[in-house]
């Protein structure tokens, strides 16, 4: 078959079955889908659906757009579907780059590391990742720049104090530093961004790239959640433990309604996603409690801690809560004894408004953001908080990252381009409007926050890196029938430099497509259903209902979306095309046939163990 004829008829199939998304992608940089969803697929771990941020993935995929000549290059692809009954359907895809300079050549640096030195850094050696990284980082760094590290586990304190690098006795220091990086105890997270911001205070200077850069792998509830495959939403309470005891979280709605054990769902969508310690199974338990982004109910919530059975020869329990309302988190610690009713005890009540709640953390980084000292986060593993480290990078004007092995660790740090997409800006508050042709229709749009008016899209972006590149899609629709001459016309530019604006142009939807829009469209119309796919199957995955007929439709979906995937490769001719993306399925399909097969065997017998949304829950009565 004719390669354009191959491309048309698979690019039919992508545009029309395009979701409407409507997500923002913030100010980070994206964690690039296919690293995380790797790290979980091959830990026998199914993404949950709302872990997935489509236009985060689609944004910051490289499209690999020239090499822009000035300092922002835009580029523009369009492609137009043939005419079905309902017009035409076409997609108009502009790329946004910032130009690379000579690592000599960018604004001093003025960096704190600020590195998660809790027990579980031993886990994988990701500290040791992290130490091979700043040993070979301080190679690269100039005279001109200033480096301090930072610790924190169950306490932080100040490893190297902030000095620049104009000496061999000081590059010395800082390398004894970072061979002192050792993994132990918990997560004091906010203590070691503070010290992270009084160095950089140390030596700020501004016109320097003055940045907190914070490496973790999440403290002790993000790695149980994690493992436990917990969701979260708008309200997240999470309990953990650490005996064998069967400790209960219970929850009190604005409705008064309880959400536990017995009622694991209230009528506005909260749910009892995680519950641990029927039978005493681990000495690392947790419980978790959430509502879905707009699912929450506005009011008072109460929680409370109860102690259902002993199954550990520990009278007294320690526990702890955390509390996560909108953007806002709240610890509570307590000792629970005694069983049942009798063992009650309230951990804590809080008021949810169905706005942004800022957490003291945060609302100490976007002080500091407004003084010019951003923070950028890096994830390491693959049960980290990635929410938390997201947001913070947001309130910083930062970027997050999600690094699942040791030679990523090393490319973000020691590859010049890798380093300057992360770190060193190009551009700031761009703004990119398109203006389509009356009687246009946009029928989606993916890449960063934008708003809508009739035939009008706006896009912004807040920052934009050396080297860094997005993405905007739009899905739009001429009428049926129509043959006038129809255009879109692109105009914006970045708030810091005249340089930047983007000349006036005018893209002409109805003309042919080049080979460089059929290729990218098929590109970006592939990961559009890839991402969709797996939000699909994360949702069947933890859904109710009888499992084999769940998993057994997923497994289906899996399959589709493999297939789909081939298609795109064979259209393209490049047989590495999606190779992360293949590779995210094919592990998926050997963890629902593995489900499917234990499902069967599992057939016709009762425990006292039950499964929920693949989730272990109880069939406990009082």
Known sequence: MNTNIRKSLLLGVFIFCIPYFLLSEGLTEAVPLNTRNRYQANNGIIVPPEEINDNMYISSFDYHYPEPETDIGFYVYNYLNPETNTGRDGILQIGVQGKVQDFSDIPSLNLAFVVDTSLSMNDDEKIFWIKDSLTSFIDKIRDIDSLALVYFNDTAGVLFESAQMDSDEKRRGFLDAVNELTAEGGTKLEEGINLGYDQIMLNYQEDAINMVLLISDGNEFSNRLASALAHSGDIRISLVWNNRNDLDLHVITPAHEEIWFANMKDLSGGWLDVDRNVTGETTEPVENVFWY????????????????????????????????????????????????????????????????????????????????????????????????????????????????????????????????????????????????????????????????????????????????????????????????????????????????????????????????????????????????????????????????????????????????????????????????ERSVLSRYTEILESELSDSRNAAGRTSRMGVEGGRYSRMKTE
């Open 293 to 580: 982004q707009g699912a929450a109910a506005q009011g008072r919530y109460q929680v409370w801690v109860q102690n259902y059975d002993y199954h550990d020869s520990e009278y007294e329990t320690p526990f702890q809560v955390e509390i996560k309302n909108g953007d806002e988190y709240n610890y509570y610690e307590g000792i629970i004894s005694g069983t049942g009713h009798a063992s009650n005890t309230l951990a804590g009540t809080f008021d949810f408004n169905n706005s942004v709640s800022k957490s003291i953390l945060h609302t100490i980084v976007e002080s500091y953001t407004q003084q010019g000292v951003s923070i950028s986060t890096i994830g390491v593993g693959g049960n980290f908080d990635e929410e938390l480290l997201r947001t913070l990078a947001e309130y910083g004007r930062g970027n997050s990252r999600s690094l699942d092995n040791r030679e990523l660790m090393q490319q973000i740090l020691n590859t010049d381009r890798e380093f300057e997409r992360f770190a060193v800006p190009a551009a700031e508050d761009m703004e990119i409007n398109v203006e389509f042709s009356p009687g246009v229709r946009i029928l989606a749009a993916w890449g960063t926050p934008y708003r809508t008016e009739n035939n009008h899209i706006t896009y912004n972006i807040p920052n934009l890196n050396q080297g860094d590149y997005k993405t905007l899609l739009i899905h739009y629709q001429i009428p049926p029938q129509n043959r006038e001459r129809l255009t879109a016309v692109l105009r914006g530019g970045s708030a810091d430099s005249s340089e930047n604006t983007i000349p006036e142009r005018v893209i002409v939807l109805t003309d042919p497509a080049d080979e460089d829009s059929s290729n990218m469209a098929i590109y970006s119309q592939a990961r559009a259903r890839f991402v969709e796919a797996l939000k699909e199957i994360g949702r069947l995955y933890y859904a109710g209902g009888a499992d084999s007929i769940r998993l057994r439709t997923a497994l289906q979906r899996t399959v589709e979306a493999e297939s789909e995937l081939e298609q795109a490769t064979l259209s393209l001719d490049e047989e590495t095309a999606f190779s992360a």
